[in-house]
């Protein structure tokens, strides 16, 4: 079992950053994948950013360029670093641990951490 919790979410202008913080417990995020999603209310959730336990990353096309997924695996944490945020980019992100090859299949899942963008 993999316990996540989310924090560093909040409220700001629109051009700002925020960095959220995923820690985890029960197990090593070294063997997993770690993805970054978002949700708001009525939509499906989004694929935002993951960090591949072999060290690779992929982002949405709609966050290239302006967010950024790290790992410290000697915390057990994975974190979000958010630049350059729209308004659109309001909404909830979780975090999740998962594994795979060719696709991940997500098995734990955090609580989520709410954020919000003003224009």
């Known amino acids: 079992q993999v316990q996540l919790v989310e924090s560093g979410g909040g409220v700001v202008q629109a051009g700002g950053s925020l960095r959220l913080s995923c820690a985890a417990s029960?197990?090593?995020?070294?063997?997993?994948?770690m993805g970054w999603f978002r949700q708001t209310p009525g939509k499906e959730r989004e694929f935002v950013a993951i960090?591949?336990?072999?060290?690779?990353?992929y982002y949405a096309d709609s966050v290239k360029g302006r967010f950024t997924i790290s790992r410290d695996n000697a915390k057990n944490s994975v974190y979000l670093q958010m630049n350059s945020l729209k308004p659109e980019d309001s909404a909830v992100y979780s975090c999740?641990?998962?594994?795979?090859?060719?696709?991940?299949?997500?098995?734990?899942w955090g609580q989520g951490t709410q954020v919000r963008v003003s224009s």
């Open positions: 960090s591949k336990s072999g060290g690779t990353t």
């Open positions: 029960g197990r090593t995020i070294s063997d997993y994948h």
């Open positions: 999740a641990a998962g594994r795979g090859t060719t696709r991940v299949q997500y098995d734990y």
